[in-house]
């Protein structure tokens, strides 16, 4: 998914009367991002909370974010539609920042949380319903990643390419996810799910950088 993130390497804004047509594309993207990070923030914190899963329970959460990032996203692209371009660099920049410090502090959540689960040896039960969602967030992600790139290039908008960028994330958090319950399946062991969930720490920091600093993936 990264290959497509530098295949967008020049950001071309697009001409006036072609950009708020482009705008209205992108309500729509964020607007299928908000639905279906609020089905998958319920069902994942609802599985690890009946699995006592930090791993999920840590997905649930990343989830959670990336609906507030999509709604600060709608609400930056409607300062534009009202005020014109130049009003919305701001906003912009104020959502990235956003973003990137809700994803530090999940960051740092999955570290003290794992911390503790290995301290007092506490592990997880295998979740299906955890399994099947993100197993499904996989090509989800992918194809919301990919339309929001090409968006975000033609708009010429880093806070746009960093919820792209979230989004490309948010696949890469999936798979491991995956990978740590089929472990956790296979294995049964207490630990798996506390060093599963310190595996998406590096992905939360990434995305949490990218977004702070309001550069794009391809910068």
């Known amino acids: 998914m990264m290959d497509d993130c530098r295949a967008d390497a020049a950001s071309v804004p697009a001409d006036a009367p072609k950009r708020e047509a482009l705008i ?12 279906w990070m609020a089905i998958e923030a319920v069902v994942a914190i609802a599985a690890a909370y009946v ?4 791993l999920l329970m840590a997905f649930g959460i990343d ?3 990336e609906l507030a990032s999509a709604c600060v ?3 930056r692209l409607s300062v534009e539609l009202r005020h014109g ?3 919305s660099e701001a906003a912009e920049h104020r959502a990235s920042r956003i973003s990137g410090a809700l994803l530090f502090a999940l960051a740092l959540y999955v570290v003290v949380a794992a911390a503790w689960g290995l301290t007092v040896r506490r592990g997880a039960e295998f979740s299906m319903p955890g399994l099947l969602l993100t197993v499904a967030a996989i090509p989800i992600m992918y194809g919301l990643s990919r339309r929001k790139l090409a968006l975000a290039r033609q708009l010429g908008s880093q806070a746009l390419r960093a919820d792209a960028v979230e989004s490309i994330a ?8 995956v990978i740590g319950l089929v472990l956790q ?5 207490w630990w ?7 595996a998406i720490v590096y992905f939360l920091i990434k995305e949490g950088r990218e977004a702070w600093s309001s550069e794009s993936c391809c910068d």
Do not use: N, Q, Y
């Open 170 to 177: 948010c696949g890469w958090l999936s798979f491991v996810v």
């Open 63 to 65: 989830s959670l974010i």
């Open 185 to 189: 399946f296979l294995l049964g062991a």
């Open 24 to 35: 209205r594309k992108a309500f729509r993207l964020e607007r299928l991002t908000v639905g």
């Open 192 to 198: 798996v799910d506390s060093v599963a969930s310190l």
């Open 85 to 87: 371009e130049r009003f």
């Open 73 to 75: 996203l709608i609400w």
């Open 51 to 54: 699995a006592h899963s930090l």
